[in-house]
Nanobody, 125 residues
């Protein structure tokens, strides 16, 4: 089993940047495909970005493509989400998650096995 802890959320003006981190403990971090998700009040949790076990393959939602970058450092057991040009519509609770089955990226919320507690991101317009 793996435990996930997100950090780096906060309040930022629209157009600003934030970098989220997700630290993993437990089993070998490089054994998991990782993803970032977000959920705004009254909406379903949606996929934002995903990355393969070795960090080579990534996928982004159309709404963040070109503005957000997912990366991972397997030596530090950490996955990151660099968020640039933030918009008010990017606000929500951001979660990281780990999938133990796939070696490639996983983009479906329901396929992840472990979740962090979330970190709030608010971009004010």
């Amino acid at each position: 089993q793996v435990q996930l802890v997100e950090s780096g959320g906060g309040l930022v003006q629209a157009g600003g940047s934030l970098r989220l981190s997700c630290a993993a403990s437990g089993r070998t971090f490089s054994s998991y495909a990782m993803g970032w998700f977000r959920q705004a009040p009254g909406t379903e949790r949606e996929s934002v970005a995903a990355i393969s076990r070795n960090g080579v393959n990534t996928k982004y939602s159309d709404s963040v493509k070109g503005r957000f970058t997912i990366s991972r450092d397997n030596a530090k057991n950490t996955v990151y989400l660099q968020m640039n040009s933030l918009k008010a519509g990017d606000s929500g609770v951001y979660y990281c998650a780990a999938d133990r089955v796939s070696s490639d990226y996983v983009f479906k919320v329901g396929e992840y096995d472990y979740w962090g507690q979330g970190t709030q991101v608010t971009a004010s317009s």
